[in-house]
T-cell receptor, first 111, second 114 residues
């Protein structure tokens, strides 16, 4: 069965610093991976997705993620964060008929 | 604005009661998904409808039911409510039944059971 593990529940970082949010997946079949962001009091919004092709995926708001099959990882990165990036970030994997979400990583950006 | 509308935004009720949550998908989207978000369980998939038909079922309790109407809006019915049902319920919509496309989430309905 497919699953994702987000290794950090909270990531504090200062503004303009780089950040990496970690996600590992488990899947016995071809894998489709996603990152969604949830800003306070809002629904989830797609940041980026990997379906096939280039392992480096670029998304909105300057985020990117790299699909690493050998390490079964799909880490999210941003070279320089802003205060407005403070949010909850969810990694998700295709679960045949649904998306299976990780437990989320709270990114807190400090001035 | 995702284009997905959920009502009500907040709901407070008592144990044993029944509530109905409503979702209007984005214009043109045929799929509707329901998710439950709670602090201890995270985001849990409940059920998916595509063009009026149930397509997939997740961890949905027997006390819960849902349907998608001909105009494509969906309702999630929660009955015999328990304290543990307090959560944020999200609706998401998509163009097709394949969720490898983008899902668009509403802002959620926050249910508090007292």
């Amino acid at each position: 069965a497919q699953s994702v593990t987000q290794l950090d529940s909270q990531v504090p970082v200062f503004e303009e610093a780089p950040v990496e949010l970690r996600c590992n997946y488990s899947s016995s079949v071809s894998v489709y991976l996603f990152w969604y962001v949830q800003y306070p009091n809002q629904g989830l919004q797609l940041l980026l997705k990997y379906l096939s092709g280039s392992t480096l995926v670029k998304g909105i708001n300057g985020f990117e993620a790299e699909f690493n099959k050998s390490q079964t990882s799909f880490h999210l990165r941003k070279p320089s964060v802003h205060i407005s990036d403070t949010a909850e970030y969810f990694c998700a994997v295709d679960g045949t008929d649904k998306l299976i979400f990780g437990t989320g990583t709270r990114l807190q950006v400090f001035p | 604005d995702s284009g997905v509308t959920q009502t009500p935004k907040h709901l407070i009720t008592a144990t044993g009661q029944r509530v109905t949550l409503r979702c209007s998908p984005r214009s043109g989207d045929l799929s509707v998904y329901w998710y439950q978000q709670s602090l201890d369980q995270g985001l849990q998939f409940l059920i998916q409808y595509y063009n009026g038909e149930e397509r997939a079922k997740g961890n949905i309790l027997e006390r819960f039911s849902a349907q998608q109407f001909p105009d494509l809006h969906s309702e999630l019915n929660l009955s015999s409510l328990e304290l543990g049902d307090s959560a944020l319920y999200f609706c998401a919509s998509g163009r097709t039944s394949a969720h490898t496309g983008e899902l668009f989430f509403g802002e959620g309905s926050r249910l508090t059971v007292l």
